[in-house]
């Protein structure tokens, strides 16, 4: 089992930036790629971005550019700095880690973190 950990969420106002974390314990061998999605109230979780532990990154069209993903695979911590923040963009985002034989799918979540942007 894989347990992960987010923190950073909270409001901003339009136009500002965040930094999510996400850090994993457990069975970390098991795991791959790990990233963020998010959903927002009444739609579908989407994804944000995923990165795997050798650096390549897969990033939903509408997130690249404004978002950017990165990994510390030594404190086995993911990140998602978020720039020029839209009213839009608020969602619960959620952390996840694909097992290491699953691509990019996620296998495990974390419990999610609100962000919430003003107008």
């Known amino acids: 089992q894989v347990q992960l950990v987010e923190s950073g969420g909270g409001l901003v106002q339009a136009g500002g930036s965040l930094r999510l974390s996400c850090a994993a314990s457990g069975n970390i061998f098991s795991i791959n790629a790990m990233g963020w999605y998010r959903q927002a109230p009444g739609k579908q979780r989407e994804l944000v971005a995923g990165?795997?532990?050798?650096?390549?990154?897969n990033y939903a069209d509408s997130m690249e550019g404004r978002f950017t993903i990165s990994r510390d695979n030594a404190e086995n911590t993911v990140y998602l700095q978020m720039n020029s923040l839209k009213p839009e963009d608020t969602a619960v985002y959620y952390c996840y880690a694909a097992r290491a034989s699953a691509a990019w799918t996620p296998g495990y979540w974390g419990q999610g973190t609100q962000v919430t942007v003003s107008s």
């Open positions: 990165i795997r532990r050798g650096g390549s990154t």
